[in-house]
């Protein structure tokens, strides 16, 4: 079992910069892949990025490499996603996930936070 908490959501800039959080409980948190999506209003959740167990393999959506950076600290538990640039379209409600593979659909995940919300102004 994995509990999953965010932070770090609010309201930005189109241009700036911001560092989700997301903090697991469990023994076996090194053990999972850790992803991030995200859900805009009216639209499917959809893959955002995702990081190996030992944090040595990275994965992205396209669209976003090059302005997001996912990453984690076994020992705190900790999965962060950090964001620059950000545009108005990356507004959205921002999940911490766990997997027990890589993989960038919802259905291979396992264990879900609650969201932080993201909002993006113009």
């Known amino acids: 079992q994995v509990q999953l908490v965010e932070s770090g959501g609010g309201l930005v800039q189109a241009g700036g910069s911001l560092r989700l959080s997301c903090a697991a409980s469990?023994?076996?948190?090194?053990?999972?892949?850790m992803g991030w999506f995200r859900q805009a209003p009216g639209k499917e959740r959809e893959f955002v990025a995702a990081i190996n167990w030992s944090g040595g393999r990275t994965y992205y959506a396209e669209s976003l490499k090059g302005r997001f950076t996912i990453s984690r600290d076994n020992a705190k538990n900790m999965v962060h996603l950090e964001m620059n640039t950000l545009k108005p379209e990356d507004t959205a409600v921002y999940y911490c996930?766990?997997?027990?593979?890589?993989?960038?659909?919802?259905?291979?995940?396992?264990?879900w936070g609650q969201g932080t919300q993201v909002i993006v102004s113009s």
């Open positions: 469990g023994r076996t948190f090194s053990s999972f892949v």
């Open positions: 996930a766990a997997a027990p593979r890589v993989g960038s659909r919802k259905s291979e995940y396992d264990y």
